[in-house]
């Protein structure tokens, strides 16, 4: 078969367990920046090999050596490729490729970058900045298994951002902002980012310490994205499988209050989690997680499905489970009827450390935020930590916000949770 050039992206193909396909399928490509990678499957043992050298040799090479390094492995009755699916979707109307961004010159990347940190440092009140950054990625993904699969799809990404800080040497404070996309009109421009980043830096300034205490905690989208990256990790087939989740056999039990709806979306046009497939071949698909209040789905590749007697619900990323478009269906209220709402609590912008615990659901963490009295924001506060519970959270959301924006595959809008813990002095 002759050459097969393509952009820079990634080829992947799966084998079955006869030793006399394992070269079907596999053709020579070339073109730079592209890898190949192959999972290889022979009597229920697997290995993975890579390759960014296209060369005839290497590749039998390659696949030679990963063979032996299979054979060598322990079996798993589970191993093994999904079945084929076809693809239903219609590619093009996922809307993953934007033909501009390739032709963006690294002069235009450059000065996108400079002119929003420019735009940022002309406030007086920042001290510095972190820096700026503009990044794009074209991709191209083949893949191919011995299942009979063959897909491919094209996507671009673009990303603008800049991060600051501000106040004296034993006062300071830093914060930024950022606009990702797979589209470049899309991207918010210079002058929102720099004003964006300016005055999420500079609210800290002058915080405060506050007393130990139980209150109400409203959560700023990307806190809430913070959240669900939790959740997400809680509710992966590959913890639950190994036991790992609080959320272990719960499928179909109410774990969080009525208004909460969590959706997996594969599907949404434009967005940055949006694929026609996964990486095993598996069709992406609308899943719903948690229905009001309801754990419906766990989120699964086909080995974690197979383990859980499941099926995979199109969240393969190489051997282990990823969000597609992963959200927390959006409110009616705005931000600012739910800061009205409180007469006293925090409004909670950062948070620092580990301190989350799959197994139990708890939650610990340091934190930064602003002081809200009487519905009105007073004064901003660090040195505390907020204490909680993902389970108990879930079930205490009292309201959602209707500002959800997608920068990234896991988003939220904002939250008000009824009660916390803030550990202070």
């Known amino acids: 078969m002759p050459a097969v050039k393509i952009r820079p992206g990634v080829f992947w193909i799966g084998v ?7 070269f079907e399928g596999i053709w020579p490509i070339t073109g730079e920046g592209v890898s190949y990678n192959s999972y290889l499957i022979k009597d229920k043992k697997t290995a993975v090999a890579s390759s960014e050298d296209f060369s005839p040799e290497t590749l039998q090479k390659l696949v030679i050596n990963a063979i ?27 809307n993953l490729y934007d033909p501009d961004v390739p032709e963006l010159s690294p002069d235009k990347k450059i000065k996108l970058a400079l002119e929003t940190e420019k735009m940022a440092l002309a406030d007086e009140r920042i001290t510095n900045s972190h820096g700026a950054f ?24 673009c990303s603008l951002g800049v991060f600051l800080q501000a106040g004296e ?28 980043a300016v005055q999420r830096t500079v609210r800290q300034l002058g915080a405060r310490k506050i007393e130990t205490q139980n209150v ?28 790992a989740s609080f959320l272990v056999d719960k499928l179909g039990e109410k774990i969080a209050g009525d208004a909460i709806t969590v959706i997996d979306d594969g599907l949404m046009p434009g967005k940055l989690g949006t694929k026609p497939f996964d990486s095993e071949g598996v069709p992406t698909q609308v899943t719903p997680v948690i229905e009001k209040g309801i754990l419906k789905n766990y989120l699964c590749n086909t080995y974690a499905a197979r383990k859980l007697s499941l099926m995979s ?13 992963f959200y927390l269906k959006p409110g009616e209220h705005t931000p600012e009827e739910i800061i009205k709402s409180v007469d006293k609590g925090l409004l909670l912008i950062r948070t620092i450390g580990h ?26 506060v660090s040195e505390i930590t907020v204490s909680g519970n993902l389970g108990k959270m879930l079930n205490e959301i009292e309201m959602i916000g209707n500002d959800l924006d997608f920068r990234g595959s896991i988003a939220g809008p904002t939250i008000k949770i009824s009660e916390i813990t803030l550990g202070g002095i």
Request: glycine share 12%.
């Open 355 to 380: 301190g989350l615990n799959a197994v139990t659901g708890d939650i610990s963490r340091g934190a930064f935020g602003l002081w809200i009295e009487n519905g009105e924001i007073a004064f901003p």
């Open 134 to 157: 503009f990044g794009s990625a074209e991709v191209k993904t083949i893949l191919v298994n011995s299942k009979g699969f063959s897909g491919d799809y094209k996507r671009t990404s």
């Open 16 to 22: 079955n367990d006869r030793t006399t396909d394992l």
């Open 216 to 243: 109400p905690m409203i959560l700023e989208p990307e806190m809430t994205g913070g959240v669900l990256r939790f959740l997400f990790e809680c509710i992966a087939g590959t913890s639950i499988y190994r036991k």
């Open 169 to 196: 040497t034993d006062a300071k404070v830093e914060s930024g902002w950022w606009s990702s996309k797979r589209h470049f009109e899309d991207l918010e421009i210079p002058e929102e980012i720099a004003k964006k």
């Open 313 to 325: 619900t199109g969240n393969c990323a190489g051997g282990g489970v990823s969000p597609n478009n």
């Open 68 to 94: 032996t390094r299979a054979e060598m492995a322990n079996a798993d009755e589970f191993a093994g490729l999904p079945e084929k699916q076809e693809l239903k979707t219609d590619i093009s109307s996922l």
